[in-house]
């Protein structure tokens, strides 16, 4: 059973860094794994923040996170990351990683499509 588990959140201010990490992604998928970064809001859709697809570069950086956020994954730990700098107040809400197996590549950046979620990570950022 597939079972993601999502780390590192927390409340900073605004210019300020974190570093999510999401456990647990499914090794059963092998070679056609696609690892994602979502976030929501109070009261907006859920949205994609990155993609990136099994030893590959990222497949997908929202716009509004480009430049700032990085996704990187560790296959050995079986481990995805977020790196966010440069953190702005509207990058505040819940931060969930998600997977799905797909094939050449990721699909794209939309959560209904995704199957594998974990239960968040809460990331606040204060002006």
């Known amino acids: 059973q597939v079972q993601l588990v999502e780390s590192g959140g927390g409340s900073v201010q605004a210019g300020g860094s974190l570093r999510l990490s999401c456990a647990g992604a499914?090794?059963?998928?092998?070679?056609?794994?696609?690892m994602a970064w979502f976030r929501q809001a109070p009261g907006k859709e859920r949205e994609a923040v990155a993609l990136?697809?099994?030893?590959?570069?990222?497949?997908y950086y929202a716009d509004s996170v480009k430049g700032r956020f990085t996704i990187s994954q560790d296959n050995e730990k079986n481990t995805l990351y977020l790196q966010m700098n440069n953190l702005k107040p509207e990058d505040t809400g819940m931060y969930y990683c998600?997977?799905?197996?797909?094939?050449?590549?990721?699909?794209?950046?939309?959560?209904?499509?995704?199957?594998?979620w974990g239960r968040g990570t809460q990331v606040t950022v204060s002006s």
């Open positions: 990136i697809y099994m030893r590959a570069d990222p497949a």
């Open positions: 998600a997977a799905v197996r797909s094939s050449p590549g990721c699909p794209p950046p939309r959560a209904a499509i995704f199957n594998y």
């Open positions: 499914p090794r059963y998928m092998y070679s056609q794994r696609c």
